[in-house]
């Protein structure tokens, strides 16, 4: 038996010392807004999950406290707290220096979803305070830090102790610093999503959440011994299914451990959602194209082999063959590669190999005993060929065959610029705001399309009636990039014009109904749009103050509007109720111009969440849509 590696303080090995992760944020958390500090929990738990990959660790704890601070509980080995060749205690390395950690080799974790060493450092140096308990060799071990600065004295050079323990585990307590985050009021939902997609990934784990905020703590455990077949019918447990029983596989290759679980349902878009060692990868990957690749030659394999498709015929595209596939694919690998610290794409070429090898193998093994399941995942890609074939028909004659182009489309004010990285496209709300909206702009970068009323649900539609919506045609022609993969497979974000699309609509009911159907609709047929950061809301005013002397202000919501009457007792108040309301200079000022305006990137941090909420919100059921709007009356902003 081969004999096990002590996990202590010449474990930590040190890359370099700690940068000043306060000035640059959004290089290692993604953002300052709700999805970077989530981000931080997200960090904790991982390192937590780490030790439960070592087989170490077998529930990990996480509390929302009262005061705005969370709290992760692990029962692993505990952070080592050892001298360091480095002259301090191992603990206070993790915590201080960048790049310090046990996950530079693969003596202490094989597979580990924190590689770089910066995760616990950053949430320290992000945070008001960092408080941390380690009970290990017997006794609990205590430091502390405020603002990244360690504040507890050592006693003989190493951490003092609080008493004696015979358990093991890490306590971390932390509290957001609010002159980094916009907002510190942790997202409960989107946490719980999160441990919930963490269990389903590691069946032997338990994890407990509560949220201690509320008057009666919200309490939930996540175990899911199913693990991600659990996981895929959790997703489509309010779909209609082709298949009943998830097809289910793992294998190995070269190191790397492959599962899946697929399952068809009778809609017309795919769900595949891909991990690496328990990450979520929202921008996918290289196991993801392996896994694509794979599926669709086996199916054509088989769609010939079965005479479905004859000689003369072409092969199933890919988005033929997923069109109503919700797929998890989960790897372990021992040496990720990802592009940047917030692990959304994975970047290893070895992955792709590893998971079309086990694809090829497992799933034909699968199909070859399963003949009835193959052809009902063959029959969905005969329909979506079918569709796509007329869809194509229609998208020729819409799209293609117009007589003008682009430029002159009727509606579209187009910029001069045909630089894509500096253009933006504003998608305005009305008539009368798009014509001050064409007079007010830079016409050097900023193209308007105002759109009349409120554009199709595409959450109920068919997509002939979604392909023969007037302002959705538009749409498409003047971004340039196609329509979802999905139809058509003509989706390409290297084509698109604009490098942020502004939705621009009024502060009111009906503005924000028609921000929400501009989402759905890039949501669902061209999420890489949300994904990688191109959509916008603009923030327009709400009031303009007028003071009796000195400069007017331009308030953008009641909270400023609040802080104003505190500072100033004699002004008059303007109201704007709409945009079309604001003259050309006063929309430039507020709206357009880039030294000024506000905006709102539109982040999807949880695909999972994301993709029922928008369902059960756009979707024709009404008794779940009342239930969620009770339930999150307490987190929306009024606007009386």
Known sequence: MAKKKTYDAASISVLEGLEAVRKRPGMYIGSVSRKGLNHLVYEIVDNAVDEHLAGECD????????????????????????MHEKGMPAERLVFTTLHAGGKFDNSNYKTSGGLHGVGSSV???????????????????????ERGVPTIDLVNGLLPTLGKTKETGTSINFLPDPEIFEKTYFSA????????ETAYLNPVLTIIFED??????????????????????????????????????KGESDGITVECAIQYVNEFHENVLGFCN???????????????????????????????????????????????MTAVVSIKHPAPRFEGQTKTKLDNQDASKAVAKVVSDEAVLYFDRNLEVLKQVLSCAERAAKIRKTEEKA????LTKQKYSFDSNGKLANCESRKPELCEIFIVEGDSAGGSAKMARNRNYQAIMPIRGKILNVEKASIDKVLANAEIKTMINAFGCGFSEGYGNDFDITKLRYDKIIIMADADVDGAHISTLLLTLFYRFMPELIFEGHVYIA??????????????????????????????KNFTLQRYKGLGEMDAEQLWETTLNPETRILKQV??????MASSVTEMLMGSEVPPRRAFIYEHAQDAELDI
């Open 59 to 82: 529930q990990i704890r996480v509390y929302l406290e009262k005061d705005g601070s969370a709290t992760v509980i692990d029962n692993g080995r505990g952070i080592p707290v050892g």
């Open 278 to 324: 328990n990450i979520y990868n929202a921008e996918g990957g290289t196991h993801l194209t392996g896994f694509k690749t794979a599926f669709t030659g086996i199916m054509n394999t088989y769609a010939r082999e079965l005479g479905i498709l004859k000689e003369k015929d072409v092969n199933f595209t890919g988005a033929d063959i997923r069109n109503g």
């Open 189 to 196: 939902d989107e946490i719980k999503s999160r441990l919930h």
């Open 539 to 568: 923030m327009p005013p709400l009031y303009k103050a007028m003071p009796a002397r000195g400069k007017e202000e331009y308030l953008y919501d009641d909270k400023a509007l609040e802080k104003y009457r505190k500072t100033h």
């Open 603 to 608: 982040e999807i941090e949880d695909a999972r």
């Open 212 to 249: 201690r905020r509320q008057a009666e703590p919200d309490h939930e455990e996540f175990h899911e011994p199913d693990g991600i077949l659990g996981f895929v019918k959790d997703l489509n447990k309010n779909k209609e299914l082709i298949n009943e029983e998830p097809v289910y596989f």
């Open 395 to 398: 998208k020729t004659n819409m």
């Open 123 to 145: 949430v320290n140096a992000l945070s008001t305070y960092l408080d941390v308990k380690i009970s290990r060799e017997g006794y609990i071990h205590h430091d502390r830090f």
